[in-house]
């Protein structure tokens, strides 16, 4: 297989952004983002933008789809897809290597696998329409057009649903499909035991926390985040925004949060462990093992340094 880019994902608190760098230090690359709150300005902490990952050897590695929107903008799996495209045309022509890099499972697999996609105006006279149904009526809706739906969490929110049924119909109609993305990455996952990965986030949250996250949260609300965009952007900004508005006391923001990451990891596992299933190959390489991950690009990318 000729490979034209380099994949590295897994799960949240194994070092992705390492082993991404430590490549494109020595194969001359770029790192192309695939994380859907690193988007966002002014979420640094609670997103992990680690960026001292970003220097190597006092090398400063390229990165790109990181700090490219405000929290109060909207940002999506379609704007995502673009974005990608256009970001690893430049890294190409500059003749360097693109290295996508992050753990969002929808991000990921709308590039993987190549998604169907079409642009959705989610601010349409016929999403207005659909506001004004009752939601068991949007759920007939959504199972008419999508028989195999599987995300219960659509159906569960109404906004979610309305979504849903407008990426559906546009889907169905087909117009102004964006380009099909072709080309053929080398994907690298990096993981490590349950036990590992659960240990691995407790004492990065500890970190982050004595760093300043409750004050970068408080500062989002400062400048215009409510707590229900706040909340919206789950895991950290949820929990910190309930210990902010006081009804979670320090220990218990803590602990639930803890938790929240680890769960949240597990179902990382489960979207890649799917991908396998639907045919995307993924190396495996233990958190921290940067000379495996080196080994495996050397079998089909060429050092530059």
């Given amino acids: 297989m000729q490979y034209d880019y380099i994949t590295i994902l897994g799960p949240t608190a194994v070092g992705k952004t390492t082993i991404a760098c430590n490549l494109a230090y020595l194969f001359n690359g770029e790192i192309i983002s695939a994380d859907s709150r690193q988007v966002y300005r002014g979420m640094d902490l609670g ?64 590039v993987l696998q190549d998604y169907n996609m079409v642009p959705v105006d989610f601010n349409s006279e016929r999403s207005k329409q659909l506001n004004s149904m009752e939601s068991d009526e949007l759920e007939k809706i959504l199972v008419l057009l999508n028989p195999d739906t599987h995300n219960i969490t659509d159906l569960n929110d109404k906004a979610r649903t309305i979504k849903a049924i407008l990426i559906a119909e546009a889907q169905q109609t087909g117009k102004d499909k964006i380009n099909r993305f072709e080309k053929h990455s080398l994907i690298i996952g990096v993981t ?22 409750i004050e970068e949260a408080e500062s989002l609300l400062s400048s215009g985040v409510t707590h229900e965009k706040l ?17 979670l006391n320090y220990n218990d923001m803590y602990q639930k949060l803890n938790s929240a990451i680890a769960a949240f990891a597990k179902r990382q596992m489960t979207w890649y462990r799917r991908m396998e299933k639907n045919g995307v190959e993924i190396n495996w390489v233990k958190s921290g093992d940067v000379d495996a991950a080196i080994s495996l690009a050397d079998k089909y990318f060429e050092r530059k340094r």
């Fill in 47 to 110: 997103t992990g933008k680690d960026y001292s990952d970003y220097n190597i050897n006092n090398i400063s590695i390229p990165y790109h789809l990181i700090d490219i929107a405000d929290p109060t903008e909207e940002y999506n799996v379609f704007r995502f897809r673009e974005e990608f495209t256009k970001a690893f045309t430049a890294i190409e022509e500059r003749g360097n290597l693109p290295i996508l890099a992050g753990g969002t499972g929808m991000y990921l697999s709308s």
């Fill in 192 to 213: 490590d035991e349950r036990e590992v990965i659960k240990s691995r986030i407790r004492k990065r949250l500890k970190t982050r926390l004595k760093e300043g996250m």
């Fill in 231 to 247: 909340q919206f952007f789950g895991l950290e900004y949820k929990f910190l925004s309930l210990y902010i508005k006081g009804e």
